[in-house]
């Protein structure tokens, strides 16, 4: 094994820290900038390498115990300290958006509300086999392999609660790792939860029997096989209350991660669409619409995830002036209009090109883009800059002790 040392300079998108050796950038995830680092080169990708932090030689000041042992797994920047935290991804943020696009703010804030562990509002485990007894377990980071878990301190605490009873329930059920899938845990600030266990038919059998034996539990649980039951769907409802709004969601559906942050969200989306007509694409169940529906003239939600549209359904079944559409975007570009301010909320791919070039060749009013990619947010600006000028952009720390970040941009049409 050949070890290199290396000093660390930065922090990048990703979350890893940015060295060189011969002249050559390496990323080395779990060290800090500043830092002297000896590292193992693993991969060589064309014009970097990835390494493997073997040993710190120099600390950075801003290095902090980690809460859990298992940190690299769910949130490796457990490691920074909480205000250089909110630095590097103000500058991770900036450097990406610079890089490509004029539609950046200088000034940019990042926004972050609510406790740093405890967040979560969904956990997701899989299983592996200690001494012979069942173990929560999570991936280790670009493997496939178990770390043994006792549950984790991101979780609200009535999901670290449910994992942890759950786990000694399905071991005296005499289950086994390669019999299950993975164990979704959803829950909301009102104590609610709900566990969702995907499994095999046979044991799925097993267990049914064992439930029998089971005490009563303070959350939901439905185990599954194959695939997810459509009538388990209701079965998994939960609620959060918006900024006086009851929004409701589902066990595996798309609804924000951290709900602490989002009434800080809404209430910057809120400013924009005040007396607006309204498309919300990749809408979810309507979590940044249906917050402003007294304020706003009328509302479209397009959503194509099945679960998403049965509560966005039920989200807006009393609002008259609510549509629901379900559809790909890609298939409802017909329902943009100059008229609109277009709300967008793409998963990580960002938004599709199909749907970049409607917006340009229509050109709506605003755009209201929320983006959990800075990376093909980035992408997007520098598409959508020919059109559209920056009016508003902020950042949200909805991850706290991780490297993602999510970004708020609002764009209007150049006259």
Known sequence: MSLFQCQVEKLVFGGAGLGHLKGQVVFIPGALPGEVVE???????????????????????????????????????????????????RQ?????????????HSDLQVRETGPRLGYRNRLEFHFTQVKNRLRLALHEPASQNPIPVETCQ??????????QELILL????????????????RGNRNGQAVALLQINTAAKQRLTSHQRNWPQLDFQFIAYSESFPKEA?????????VTNTRI??????????????????VSVVGEWIKGEEVLDLYGGVGTLSLPHAKQIQSCVIV?????AIHFAQKNTKAIPHFQVTFSKVQQALKQIGVQHTVLLNPPRAGIANQVRQQLL????????????????????LKDLQSCYELKCQQAFNFFPATPHIELLTILERKK
């Open 39 to 89: 590292i193992e080169l693993q991969k060589q990708r064309g014009d970097f390498s990835e390494a493997r932090l073997v040993r710190i030689l120099e600390e950075a000041p801003e290095r902090i115990a980690p809460q859990e042992n298992h940190f690299h797994c769910c949130s490796p920047w457990q490691i920074l300290a909480p205000e250089k935290e909110a630095y590097w991804k």
């Open 92 to 104: 991770i943020v900036l450097d990406n958006l610079q890089r490509q696009t004029v539609l950046c």
């Open 154 to 163: 991101l979780g609200l605490p009535t999901l670290q609660r449910a994992s």
């Open 170 to 185: 399905l071991d005296d059920a005499q289950l086994r790792p390669k019999e299950m899938g993975r164990l979704v845990l």
């Open 233 to 241: 769907v209701s079965q998994s409802e939960l609620f959060e209350p």
């Open 248 to 265: 409701y969601f589902g066990g595996l559906g798309f609804f924000q991660i951290n709900p602490f942050c989002l009434e800080p969200l």
């Open 303 to 307: 959503e194509e995830h099945p679960d």
């Open 361 to 380: 060749k229509v050109g709506p009013k605003r755009l209201i883009y929320l983006s959990c990619n800075i990376s093909t947010c980035a992408r997007d």
